[in-house]
């Protein structure tokens, strides 16, 4: 997968959705083309560009922790099914990801918890200002992509059917 | 000037809790990201701390200015009563006050910022800008609990699937913004 391929197969949106070629909300969403390119580059340079002391594995687990308690069944699969074809996904996490773990949940459920205090155990656990920058955009876009997601399944699920 | 429950649509400033990059220390990608995202991103020490990471600011900026300001689809004054009401919703007052003056420019008016101010829950003017209220309410609430039920009132009042999806795109990336916003510092008055 690459920032650069828009086909369908790769869109991470599209697959946690069910939105396959030829569906009309799948083309609805192509009304605006560059939300969907700028979507899915937000989400391959939320876990590929280098940031130094935050690894791929370590910002894959943060996903998967922030799906599981926004409760986004088909997202988590997508972020699990990246863990385990990770290059080095039997590698060791940072010591810092139990902090990371406890910053994202909180983050997730409720924003206002956010404060200055919050980001001292990242520090503490060695994450320097391009690390808890790189955590805090990992958390906050997946608030987006998992309600993008939830918004377009509910969309194609036919009306009056119990939600 | 509209000020209640600790909201306002006064400018107010960001002040970062981390350490803004020096545009004098910039690499040529940092300063031709801030170039691209906003006008004034060089003395702003929000866009200045997120151009730690130039990559997905270059894209977060292209994806909010494409689902904020592109032409056609969801009238922008409406992206921007979703966005000031996840602001509210998500106790962003950074936000909901850059928010509220864009509602007020675009809409030319202020009742209904008064209103999402007063009570996001039963806000709006019209039935149209109240089921745009509670939709961003329930997509920032309980997005895994969202079904049809939350997507009939919008079609009740006549909105395509690319008005819905534009609505969808604002409300979801103030869940972004707001986050970014509360977590990486705090308002101050200018």
Redesign the interface.
Known sequence: MT?TDTSSAADVIDRAAGLTAGD??HA??R??A??V???Q??HD??IY?P?PGLSTEDRLRVAARVCTV???TTLLQHYETLIANAADSGALPSPALPAMLRFAAT?TTD??Q???A??EPLKAAGLG??A???L??L???L??????V??????R??????? | MIRRNGFTDESLEWRS???PLRVDEASPLQLEVLDESHPQSRTSPYYL??A??P??L???S??YN??MY?P??LRRAERELGAMVVSVT???VYCTSVHAQRFEQLAKRSDTVEQVFDDPRTAGTTERERAIARFAIA??ER??????????PL?EQGM???E???L??A???F??????M???G?PASP
Request: hydrophobic share 50%; proline share 4%.
């Open positions: 920032a009309p909300l609805a969403r009304f605006r560059k939300v390119e700028a979507t580059a937000s340079a939320l560009e940031v926004a409760g986004a983050l924003p206002r956010g404060d200055r919050a980001l200002d391009a808890i920058v790189a805090a955009q958390v906050a876009f608030s987006y992509q998992l309600r993008v939830a918004g377009l399944r509910a969309m699920e036919p009306q009056g059917q119990a939600s | 809790w981390l350490e701390t997120l730690h990471q990559l997905m270059r894209h977060r292209a994806a494409a689902i592109a056609g689809g998500n106790g962003c997509v920032t997005p895994a609990g969202l079904g049809p039920a939350d997507i009939a079609r395509s699937d690319e819905i999806l534009d969808l795109h409300v979801a990336i869940g972004w913004a707001n986050r970014l509360q977590n990486l705090e």
